[in-house]
C-alpha cells in the first residue's frame, strides 16, 4: 500500500504520515528530508534562499520521481507538492493513492507560528500564506483520491479514518 499525504504547512503531514507508517507497518518517506539529502545544503530554507524556490521545485520532483517506483509506504510531501501536476503522476503510479489533508487557514497559520524547529519560506507574510491557500486548495482536491478534514481531530483519529478508508476499500 502507497499513500501521500499533501497538503498545506501546518496541516499535520508528518505526524499523520509517521503514525500512519507506524499502524500499517509501511516504511515512511519525508519528502523534505530526502530533498534536503539530495541537496548540498543545511536546511530547506537554505535552499530556498541561496539556490533559490525553482531549485527547490526541481530537487523536489526528482524525490517524486524515486518514490513513484516504491510500491509501498507512506509518504509525507512538502506543501507545494501540487504545483507540479507530474509530481503527483509519479506518487500515484504503482497503485499510489493522495490524501489529502485539510484545515482552515487560521488554524494552519496558528501551527506554523508555533513551530520555531521548521522555518517556512513560503509562510513568512501571512496575508501572502492565506493567497498561496486560496490558489492552491482547488488543486489539492483534484490531485488527491479523498479529502480528510482535520480541524478538531487528534492526529491518531485522523489516522483511524485513513486506516478505516482502506479496510472498507474507499481508499
Ligand atoms: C512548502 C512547504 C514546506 C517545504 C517548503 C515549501 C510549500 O513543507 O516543503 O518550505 O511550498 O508549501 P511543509 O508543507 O511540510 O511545511
Redesign the pocket.
Known sequence: MKISLI?????G??TVGQSLAQFLNLRYYE??QM?LSASDRES??EI?TLDG?LR?REL?IVVAKQLGSITDGAI??????I?NKINLDYLKSQSGKAIYLQAPFDLLAAR?SQ?AN??????QDVEKARK?LQL?APLYESYSDVTITVADKKPEDIVREIIRLTSSNLL
Do not use: T
Not at 497538503?7 to 496541516?11: D, K, L, N, P
Not at 521548521?118 to 509562510?123: C, G, K, S, Y
Open positions: 497538503g498545506f504547512m501546518g496541516s503531514k508528518s519528502m523534505d530533498i530547506i530554507s530556498f524556490e527547490y523536489e509525507s510531501c512538502g506543501g507545494g507538492i504545483m506554523v513551530d521548521n522555518i517556512r519560506p513560503l509562510f498561496l492552491r
